[in-house]
């Protein structure tokens, strides 16, 4: 069972910046495909970031340009760097791992592809 560390959440002023860092508790980093996600109060779960085994990179349309999804094998950790946050980037965020398999390569924004799970960190962005 992989467990999932997420922090570098935060309160920050619109055009701000933050950090996420996920931590796993095995050397996933390197061997999953990883993700993040977010959801905003009343709003479904969805994709924001993912990378893949191959370090292939997806990004949802609204966050393309402002947001970095990288990871460093050596740290065993996954990170998405948020530039130029707005007050919609507010959500709690979520880590995800799941091993290579065609779903989650197909389909990197699937919340159902993934199996593993991190409990989420706030970001909330005001004016």
């Known amino acids: 069972q992989v467990q999932l560390l997420e922090s570098g959440g935060g309160s920050v002023q619109a055009g701000g910046s933050l950090r996420l860092s996920c931590v796993p508790s095995?050397?996933?980093?390197?061997?999953?495909?990883m993700a993040w996600f977010r959801q905003a109060p009343g709003k479904q779960r969805e994709g924001v970031a993912a990378?893949?085994?191959?370090?292939?990179?997806n990004y949802a349309r609204s966050v393309k340009g402002r947001f970095t999804i990288s990871k460093d094998n050596a740290k065993n950790t996954l990170y998405l760097q948020m530039n130029n946050l707005k007050p919609d980037d507010t959500a709690v965020y979520y880590c995800?791992?799941?091993?290579?398999?065609?779903?989650?390569?197909?389909?990197?924004?699937?919340?159902?592809?993934?199996?593993?799970w991190g409990q989420g960190t706030q970001v909330e962005v005001s004016l």
């Open positions: 995800a791992a799941e091993p290579p398999v065609d779903r989650v390569q197909h389909f990197p924004f699937m919340a159902g592809a993934y199996t593993y």
């Open positions: 095995e050397s996933t980093v390197n061997a999953y495909s």
């Open positions: 990378i893949g085994r191959a370090d292939t990179t």
